[in-house]
């Protein structure tokens, strides 16, 4: 049952870490004017709710399945997400906004923010490989 739990946290990871760079390359595309605000923005929207439930999936199974570690690890990723999505302006077209992107350096924060949960998805990425072949080796 636990390699069970890491190779659906494996194949979560993936499809979260090839969400992360679909992200900073629609973002640098953005960066570069190769693609307007509105269609970077558009295309960005329709991404943030399945990462929030992918991620909050895996930051469940974790609990569920008692590795605490994981969990407190996922968990503070899994409320941003969660906190970024709740608390968009009423008069918002969704977290990734045409309109606000280019003030205040929100495009820069996207950007970093996109590139901070690369770097976490990878090193999740790496644990749930590193702790799916030791459920397997102890099966």
């Not at 609990?63 to 899994?78: G, Q, R, T, Y």
């Amino acid at each position: 049952m636990e390699s069970v739990v890491f190779v659906f946290s494996l194949i979560d990871c993936c499809a979260l870490i090839f969400l992360s760079v679909y992200f900073i390359i629609t973002l640098s595309d953005l960066e570069c004017d190769y693609i307007n605000a509105r269609s970077c923005c558009s295309k960005l929207n329709k991404w943030v709710v399945p990462e929030l439930i992918g991620h909050t999936i895996v930051t469940v199974l974790m609990l569920i399945s008692l590795h605490w570690f994981i969990f407190l690890l996922n968990f503070p990723v899994a409320t941003w997400n969660i906190y970024r999505f709740i608390m968009v302006p009423s008069g918002n077209l969704g977290v990734f906004d045409p309109t606000e992107i280019h003030n205040r350096g929100q495009l820069k924060s996207h950007m970093k923010e996109a590139m901070i949960k690369l770097g976490f998805h990878l090193l999740c990425f790496f644990m749930y490989l590193y702790s799916m072949i030791l459920a397997l080796i102890n099966d």
